[in-house]
């Protein structure tokens, strides 16, 4: 069974600070792992992903994370918050590609 | 440009008037999800089709059906909508059989409000 757990429903930090969003899985298998994020009456976009290469990753608009198995976490920074990364963001993990967990969403604030 | 696309952005139905949503796409994905989200909630599965084969989430009401006509096309009929359907619903493709193509794709989304 997979799910995927998402501590603290709501963020806010200040433009300018750190952006920390918690992803916490349960995985019997290797996962995939996800990040989204979701602007008002919009889709998901893919934030970034991680499939078993570098634990590290990458994505778009600054946001990285880090796949620690020890842990079994996949947390979200981003170094220095911009008021256009407030949104939702939702983890989510699968390992079939076939079926897909999400979190329960994190909604962060960004302040002025 | 568009990959995922879904029609109408919005949808205002009667109560109890079937009404359907259509999704597209343009990624020949062999997988095509319908997730229904309600306000400050993450996406609920309702169902996908893995190429022709319909897979039904095990809460999902009887009331949502769907329909795969093709590769390219999805749809969503909602039978008889209550006030309690009023929602996002999320139309989402992913390509399974390639592990580096993990990954699902969004449509804009079809808010549907019942009056």
């Known amino acids: 069974a997979q799910s995927v757990t998402q501590l603290g429903s709501h963020v806010s930090v200040s433009e300018g600070a750190l952006v920390l969003l918690r992803c916490n899985y349960s995985s019997s298998v290797p996962p995939y792992l996800f990040w989204y994020v979701q602007y008002p009456n919009q889709g998901l976009q893919l934030l970034l992903k991680y499939t078993s290469a570098a634990t590290l990753v990458k994505g778009i608009n600054g946001f990285e994370a880090e796949f620690k198995k020890s842990e079994t976490s996949f947390h979200l920074t981003k170094p220095s918050a911009h008021m256009s990364d407030a949104a939702e963001y939702f983890c989510a993990v699968t390992n079939t590609g076939n079926q897909f967990y999400f979190g329960t969403g994190t909604s962060l604030t960004v302040i002025p | 440009d568009a990959m995922v696309i879904q029609n109408p952005r919005y949808q205002v139905t009667q109560f109890g008037k079937p009404v359907t949503l259509s999704c597209s796409q343009t990624l020949n994905h062999n997988v095509m999800y319908w997730y229904q989200q309600k306000s400050s909630q993450a996406p609920k599965l309702l169902f996908h089709?893995?190429?022709?084969?319909?897979?039904n989430e095990a809460d999902t009401p009887d009331n949502f059906q769907s329909r795969r006509p093709n590769t390219s096309f999805c749809f969503l009929d909602i039978r008889s909508p209550g006030l309690g359907d009023a929602a996002m619903y999320l139309c989402?493709?992913?390509?399974?059989?390639?592990?580096?193509?993990?990954?699902?794709?969004f449509g804009p989304g079809t808010r549907l409000t019942v009056t």
């Open positions: 089709y893995y190429d022709k084969d319909f897979n």
């Open positions: 989402a493709t992913s390509r399974v059989g390639r592990e580096d193509s993990y990954e699902q794709y």
